[in-house]
C-alpha cells in the first residue's frame, strides 16, 4: 500500500509537469517564459501564439489533472475509481499531486504555470458536477470583467461551496475530496498574486473576443 502511493504520487507529479506550453511554444521558436506575462499557461499561450494555441494547451494541461486521477491510481494497483468515501485517498494525493507538478515543474525549475486547467482535469472526474457549475461562474466573470485570472479566482473559491453543497458527508466521508478543494483554492489564488496585484493597479491585461490569427 505504502509503496503504491509513493509510485502513485511521483508519477502524478511527473505527469502534472509536463510543460506543454513551454514546449509548443519552443516548436514554434519562442521561449514562452519571456513572451506576455511569462506564464507557461493556457492563458499566455493564447495571447501569444493565438487562442488556437491556447486551446490546446489547455486541453492538454487538463488532460494531466484527468489522467492523474483515472488512470495513476488504478495502474498502481488501487481498485478504487471514483473518490466517494475516505478510503480512496490515494487518487485525492494522485491529483493535488499532478496539479503541484503543473505550478512547479521540475523540468522548468519549478516555474510552472497557475495550475486552473490542470485543477479543471482533476475535478471534472472526480465531480463532474461541480465543474458544469464553476465553468458557468468563470465564464460569467470573464464576460462581464474580462479579466481571465479573475474568472479563474472566483471560479475556485465558487468549486469549495460546491463541493460542500453537492456532495454527500464533505466534511466527513469526503472530507478529503473538500481539503483537495480548498488546497486548490488557495493555491490558484496564490498563484495569482500578481494578477492580484495588477487587476488593483488597472495594469492587468483583459481578454480580447476577437480571435487572434496563428
Not at 511569462?38 to 495571447?47: E, H, L, P, Q, S
Request: some cysteine.
Amino acid at each position: 500500500m505504502i509503496v503504491s502511493y509513493i509510485v502513485g504520487i511521483i508519477m502524478s507529479y511527473l505527469i502534472g509537469g509536463i510543460p506543454f506550453g513551454y514546449l509548443i511554444a519552443v516548436a514554434k521558436g519562442i521561449d514562452i517564459r519571456k513572451q506576455g506575462s511569462g506564464n507557461i499557461g493556457a492563458t499566455n499561450v493564447g495571447r501569444v501564439l493565438g487562442r488556437k494555441y491556447g486551446l490546446i494547451i489547455f486541453v492538454l494541461d487538463m488532460l494531466k489533472g484527468f489522467v492523474a486521477v483515472f488512470l495513476v491510481p488504478v495502474l498502481v494497483g488501487s481498485e478504487i475509481m471514483f473518490p466517494t468515501t475516505s478510503d480512496n485517498l490515494l487518487v485525492i494525493l494522485c491529483g493535488f499531486c499532478a496539479i503541484l507538478g503543473h505550478a512547479f515543474p521540475m523540468y522548468l525549475r519549478f516555474k510552472g504555470g497557475k495550475a486552473v486547467a490542470t485543477s479543471f482535469g482533476v475535478f471534472i472526474w472526480l465531480v463532474p458536477i461541480s465543474i458544469a457549475i464553476v465553468f458557468g461562474v468563470w465564464l460569467l466573470t470573464v464576460i462581464v470583467s474580462r479579466y481571465v485570472s479573475l474568472g479563474s479566482m472566483i471560479g475556485t473559491l465558487a468549486l469549495v461551496g460546491v463541493i460542500v453543497v453537492v456532495v454527500d458527508s464533505p466534511f466527513g466521508d469526503n472530507m478529503y475530496l473538500t481539503a483537495l478543494s480548498v488546497a486548490v483554492a488557495i493555491l490558484i489564488i496564490v498563484r495569482h498574486t500578481s494578477n492580484i496585484k495588477r487587476i488593483i493597479a488597472g495594469t492587468e491585461k483583459k481578454i480580447s473576443f476577437r480571435a487572434k490569427r496563428g
